[in-house]
Every structure is written in structure tokens, then in C-alpha cells.
């Protein structure tokens, strides 16, 4: 079946590290995104790309970097430059364009300790 | 950025009842979208309303969209336990999707 897998689905970061969150799609969509939710918020957009080798800087991008080398990967690297990444990260999917609807993975939970 | 605002931010019902949610938004649109998520996990397209269309239906959900008022309403009718949620609205525009703050919905059984 096809969807989107983020892993790892709990993860925990030193102060200082740099950690990477893997989010991978078979769902030959061209479009990837990566969002923050934080407790009893909505979401907000990090970094999207509409096609590979291209992406874009979302509402809240400081302390985030994100590559997009095949069409079925968009990893999120959370950098120490960022300040309060304790959060929830959920990774989307959709066609060209995205107007259609989002898919989104299982998210990621991410604890700095 | 824009960015829609639920209403209300909590609804308790009993099951059985139907459940009304609204979002109302500043900017123009090119569609509007409903999402629902289930406590720590990701998020479930619901249904879709386009900027000319005025009301959809999917099985137990009734979208509406009012572009003079800039406002939607969700509703869900006969309620479960299974529709306890968090319910988001979006808003698609400039090739991205905003999303609101959410409204948490309980069935009380």
C-alpha cells in the first residue's frame, strides 16, 4: 500500500546535536513538506519542495535545513541553531501543486534533553 | 501568513448528536480543506471545498463555504466515540497549505 513513513517515530537530541528525521513516500507524489505542531497548536510550515533538487522556506525555517535528492525523500535536519525544537514533526505528501489534499506520515516526536 | 481560526477551540457532545465546528479566515482562497487527528498521530484528509463551490458532502460530514464572510462550517452528523478528535481546518493558497489552531472534539459515550 502506498503512504508515508517518517521514522524514527519517538526521538531524543542532546542540547547542541544536530539530528536528522527521515521521511520517505511511494506515493509518486512531486510534492513533500515538512510541518512543527506544538502541544494544542496547529501546524506550521517548515520547509516545502514541489520537485527535486528545489524546496522552500516555510513560515518558520531559522534552525532547520532539508534536502530533497529523489522524489521519495524529504529529510528534515533540526540544527542546534534551533532554540526550542522539542516538538511534533509531521511529514506531508501531494500531487503537483498540492491543491488535492495532503497525505501526512505518523509524525515524529522530538525531545531535547 | 494566513491563516484560518477555529471555533470553537473545544466541543464536548453526547454520541448520537451532531457536532458543528467553524473557521473563518482573512485572505482570499483557492480551496478550503478539513483535516481530522487522532491524539499523537498525523493528520486525515477529510474533505475539500473549492472558492466556487458552497456546500459538499461525504458520508456523514457537510462542508459549507461563504466567501463573502470568509467562513466554513464542518459538521458531522450522528456522532461515534470514533469521531473524538482534534478537527483542523486549511487553507490552500500560494501553493501552500495554512492550517488553523483546531477545534477538539469528545464524544461522550
Known amino acids: 500500500d502506498g503512504g508515508i513513513t517518517q521514522s524514527p517515530k519517538y526521538l531524543f537530541r542532546k542540547e547542541g546535536q544536530n539530528v536528522t528525521l527521515s521521511c520517505e513516500q511511494n506515493?509518486?507524489?512531486?510534492?513533500m513538506y515538512w510541518y512543527r505542531q506544538d502541544p494544542g497548536q496547529g501546524l506550521r510550515l517548515i520547509y516545502y519542495?514541489?520537485?527535486?533538487?528545489?524546496?522552500q522556506k516555510g513560515d518558520i525555517a531559522e534552525g532547520y535545513s532539508v534536502s530533497r535528492e529523489k522524489k521519495e525523500s524529504f529529510p528534515l535536519t533540526v540544527t542546534s541553531a534551533q532554540k526550542n525544537p522539542t516538538a511534533f514533526y509531521l511529514c506531508?505528501?501531494?500531487?503537483?501543486?498540492?491543491?488535492?489534499?495532503?497525505?501526512f506520515g505518523s509524525g515524529t516526536r522530538l525531545t531535547v534533553v | 501568513s494566513q491563516q484560518g481560526e477555529e471555533d470553537p477551540q473545544a466541543l464536548s457532545i453526547q454520541e448520537g448528536e451532531n457536532a458543528t465546528m467553524n473557521c473563518s479566515y482573512k485572505t482570499s482562497i483557492n480551496n478550503l480543506q478539513w483535516y481530522r487527528q487522532n491524539s499523537g498521530r498525523g493528520l486525515v484528509h477529510l474533505i475539500l471545498?473549492?472558492?466556487?463551490?458552497r456546500e459538499k458532502h461525504s458520508g456523514r460530514l457537510r462542508v459549507t463555504l461563504d466567501t463573502s464572510k470568509k467562513s466554513s462550517s464542518l459538521l458531522i452528523t450522528a456522532s461515534r466515540a470514533a469521531d473524538t478528535a482534534s478537527y483542523f481546518c486549511?487553507?490552500?493558497?500560494?501553493?501552500?497549505?495554512?492550517f488553523g489552531t483546531g477545534t477538539r472534539l469528545t464524544i461522550i459515550p
Open positions: 506515493l509518486n507524489h512531486d510534492a
Open positions: 519542495s514541489q520537485i527535486v533538487n528545489d524546496f
Open positions: 506531508a505528501s501531494s500531487r503537483t501543486g498540492g491543491a488535492g489534499g495532503y497525505t
Open positions: 471545498i473549492r472558492s466556487n463551490e
Open positions: 486549511a487553507l490552500f493558497g500560494n501553493e501552500k497549505l495554512t
